[in-house]
Antibody, heavy 115, light 106 residues
Framework: EVQLVESGGGLVQPGRSLRLSCAAS????????MQWVRQAPGKGLEWVSG????????GYADSVKGRFTISRDNAKNSLYLQMNSLRAEDTALYYC????????WGQGTMVTVSS | IVMTQSPATLSVSPGERATLSCRAS??????LAWYQQKPGQAPRLLIY???TRATGIPARFSGSGSGTDFTLTISSLQSEDFAVYYC?????????FGQGTKLEIK
């Protein structure tokens, strides 16, 4: 079964860091670009970051540029999002998704930034 | 690139046709996807390449457009189609979503 499973979310204080992980299974991970997309409670979807299959091209939303870092380990079939200097407005459900037009999504991991 | 969807809310009766619009602030060619999201669920890809249905998507869903103006049409609404719909451009980083159109039962 093709599957993405996110982990690493939780409650964190403003200014602190968190690292999200996304474990892929059921497909050849290094054939695909990957994305992180977030959704604040009751709000719409916001694209966060994307990475090509070989990490040769990476993009970030302006709202996270300089604070978040996307990476992948194809040997471990895993995608990561290092989030530094977290703000209250980063509170959201974070999804990882396969491909530029995302056909497979995880169920998300919740990040809450609050003191 | 700013993606603007209209209307914000669309009220349609089951069996009728629904037309949702998405406009890009600059050309995205055909690098446009449509997603459906129901409460408590992850988004589901409906259309990519502006007009290609994703695997398993019923034929009542169709997409059209290129450049800056795009349309998602649902030809005969079923009860399971009432949800929020998002467009997304994936032409250039940073990719961007529209704010969504809520399709509700009339």
């Amino acid at each position: 079964e093709v599957q993405l499973v996110e982990s690493g979310g939780g409650l964190v204080q403003p200014g602190r860091s968190l690292r999200l992980s996304c474990a892929a299974s059921g497909f050849t991970f290094d054939d695909y670009a990957m994305q992180w997309v977030r959704q604040a409670p009751g709000k719409g979807l916001e694209w966060v970051s994307g990475i090509t299959w070989n990490s040769g091209s990476i993009g970030y939303a302006d709202s996270v540029k300089g604070r978040f870092t996307i990476s992948r380990d194809n040997a471990k079939n895993s995608l990561y999002l290092q989030m530094n200097s977290l703000r209250a407005e980063d509170t959201a459900l974070y999804y990882c998704a396969r491909r530029h037009a995302s056909d497979i999504w995880g169920q998300g991991t919740m990040v809450t930034v609050s003191s | 690139i700013v993606m603007t969807q209209s209307p914000a809310t669309l009220s349609v009766s089951p069996g009728e046709r629904a037309t949702l619009s998405c406009r890009a602030s600059q050309s995205v060619s055909s690098n446009l996807a449509w997603y459906q999201q129901k409460p408590g669920q992850a988004p589901r890809l409906l259309i990519y390449g502006a007009s290609t249905r994703a695997t398993g998507i019923p034929a009542r869903f169709s997409g059209s457009g290129s450049g800056t103006d795009f349309t998602l049409t649902i030809s005969s609404l079923q009860s399971e189609d009432f949800a929020v719909y998002y467009c997304q451009q994936y032409s250039n980083w940073p990719y961007t979503f529209g704010q969504g159109t809520k399709l509700e039962i009339k």
